[in-house]
Each structure stands twice: as C-alpha cells, then as structure tokens.
C-alpha cells in the first residue's frame, strides 16, 4: 500500500529528501549544491511511503496566482515501473487544485517526457540543459 502526503514532520522532510539525494545525487550525478536550492524553503513537498519507507518525493512551488511548477519529482530505483510517478503526479494535483491552482508547470528530463504527456502535460519549449541534463519545459491546465 502506498502513501503520498504532504511533508509536516522534520522526519517527513528528511525522509523526501533522502529520496532526493538518492536518485538525482547519486544516480544522476547532479551536484548536492544544484539540487537543494533556495526554492526548498518556500515549496510545499510530498512523499510517498510503501508502509514506513520512503520510496518517492516531490515538490510544489507557486510562481504565480494560479500557476505552480512541479519540482524533484523522483522515485527510488526499486520501485520504478509500478505506475507510482503517476500516483504521486495525481496526488500533487489533487493538492493544487485545493489551492486554486490552474495551470501546472514542470522541466521534465527529455527522457521523461512520453511520462508526462501520458498524465496530460503539453510540450511548450524547445530543448535546454540544466544541470548537464536535456530537458524541456512542460505545462497542463488543471
């Protein structure tokens, strides 16, 4: 059974960034300095639990009135394929809307980009690096 929330606790937070760490620092390489930035404080995260383990994380962040950027989406190795990216991308619209969010936008990996157009997300830039990484942007009206 799993479990997207919110982060409320201290553990919470360092569970989210536990995940984070693990998947962007280790796995893809990216320095420790680009992936914690001066947007954590003012972003609402999320994780996600098999049970007590954290297994994904996410973040929120407002940029405008209506619009949001969806950060850090990430997802232990072990657990890929089991449709939780797609679970946890629910969970954190679900949350915008609540919020009177109206239009989501995202950096998605390109590699990733099949992912979010399943889940509704639109294309709206060319490629671009960040990070060493291609990406391009991406955005859904909620």
């Excluded at 982060?7 to 960034?17: C, M, Q, R, S």
């Excluded at 995940?19 to 390489?29: C, I, L």
């Excluded at 390109?110 to 490629?127: D, Q, R």
Aim: proline share 3%.
């Amino acid at each position: 059974m799993y479990l997207v929330k919110v982060v409320d606790t201290k553990k919470e937070h360092d569970d989210a960034f536990a995940v984070r760490t693990k998947v962007f620092v280790e796995e893809q390489g990216i320095p420790l300095h680009l992936e914690y930035d001066e947007y954590d404080a003012m972003a609402t995260h999320f994780i996600m639990y098999e049970g007590k383990k954290a297994v994904g994380a996410a973040r929120l962040r407002i940029i405008e009135d209506n619009i949001a950027k969806i950060e850090r989406v990430s997802i232990l190795q072990s657990q890929r394929g089991k449709k939780l990216g797609a679970l946890i991308m629910k969970e954190i619209e679900k949350y915008a809307i609540t919020i009177q969010i109206k239009k989501l936008i995202l950096h998605a990996q390109s590699y990733a980009i099949p992912f979010y157009e399943k889940l509704g997300y639109n294309v709206t830039s060319p490629e671009f690096m960040d990070a060493d990484i291609p990406h391009r942007a991406m955005e859904k009206l909620i």
